[in-house]
């Protein structure tokens, strides 16, 4: 999208949101006064103060050009950002509310469909807290041939977050690259370069952005709220990959000081991956009476927090799985 098209759509953009308008323009009005207060300063003494000889008038006119080239060129440069801002997080929610199509079904529970890794899971009588834990089947073939880095679905009850997961030899591609391979800030949802989607590894982690507009892993520190898992429903993951469907739990959710201690993704010995559930079950703000052992599987989700200061981590194990 060339330059002609952010500004039309950040007119379009203007007209419709004059609060948002308002706002930024205040904030950039105030990052202009503290960016240039000597100027500004300058200027309003030149408007207000009596005539001087002509060295000074030509002095004081040499300046207040230069002020109103500063304040113009940094007006122009705030619609345009403020504009790619729009266009990009439009274009996101777009592409996010046209991905419903290729699911295909939730299959029912079978004994012959899946191999049961836990405890089933028990449907009580209240209404919200009855379980669907039927599998997320999608047909991921689509979406391969849109972008072959494609390696799964991802589903996070109670939130908006269903979208495909890619993964790239790196875990900075993504950052700034959208499922098209388009540059821009919003990125992807995305797995660890070490990931095994289809035999998972001990610790299978998937990176988001968490985006003003809520999209991405925007809902993820919806999380931390006290009441937030009163629903039972609400603490389930479902994936989907090309040969499997699988249903995750989740055991731990908090917000910690930027660390990678809880981006391990495979472990040296039995000993030290209990060691690591232990650690990452101990933060969790919810109590959630989970059980684990290292024969579990679990799956990570990281973004930051509403700040950008911290990490929101949930952590989940592995409880369902089928072969498609």
Request: glycine share 4%; with cysteine.
């Amino acid at each position: 999208m060339n330059i002609l098209n952010y500004y039309k759509e950040g007119i379009i953009f203007i007209l419709t949101s004059p609060i948002k308008i308002i706002k930024y323009l205040l904030i950039g009005i105030a990052h202009l006064i503290g960016f240039i207060p000597k100027y500004i300063l300058t200027g309003l003494k030149y408007i207000f103060e009596r005539k001087k000889p002509q060295e000074d008038i030509l002095e004081n006119k040499f300046i207040s050009i230069i002020i109103t080239t500063l304040t113009i060129t940094t007006y122009l440069l705030c619609v345009f950002i403020l504009s790619r801002w729009y266009v990009q997080n439009e274009r996101t929610k777009k592409f996010a509310n046209s991905l419903n199509t290729p699911i295909t079904n939730e299959t029912e529970e079978s004994t012959n469909q899946y191999k049961d890794l836990t405890n089933p899971i028990i449907n009580n009588n209240s209404k919200e807290n009855i379980i669907n834990d039927n599998f997320m089947n999608v047909d991921l073939n689509y979406y391969i041939s849109k972008n072959k880095e494609t390696v799964a679905w991802i589903q996070v009850n109670g939130t908006n977050i269903s979208y495909p997961v890619v993964k790239h030899k790196d875990n900075s591609y993504y950052l700034n690259h959208d499922f098209y391979n388009h540059k821009t800030n919003v990125g992807w949802i995305f797995g660890d370069y070490r990931d095994d989607f289809e035999l998972f590894t001990n610790n299978t982690i998937i990176y988001g952005h968490n985006l003003v507009n809520r999209t991405m892993f925007g809902q993820i520190p919806y999380m931390l709220r006290k009441k937030w898992f009163s629903n039972k429903n609400k603490e389930y993951i479902k994936m989907s990959t090309k040969n499997t469907n699988s249903i995750w739990q989740i055991f731990s959710v908090y917000e910690i000081k930027p660390t990678t201690d809880y981006l391990q993704a495979t472990f040296n010995s039995t000993i030290t991956y209990q060691e690591f559930l232990n650690m990452i079950s101990k933060r969790s703000i919810h109590k959630f009476n989970t059980e684990l052992n290292y024969t579990d599987k679990i799956i990570t989700l990281s973004t930051c927090n509403d700040i950008g200061n911290k990490r929101v981590v949930v952590h989940a194990k592995l409880i369902k799985i089928e072969n498609k």
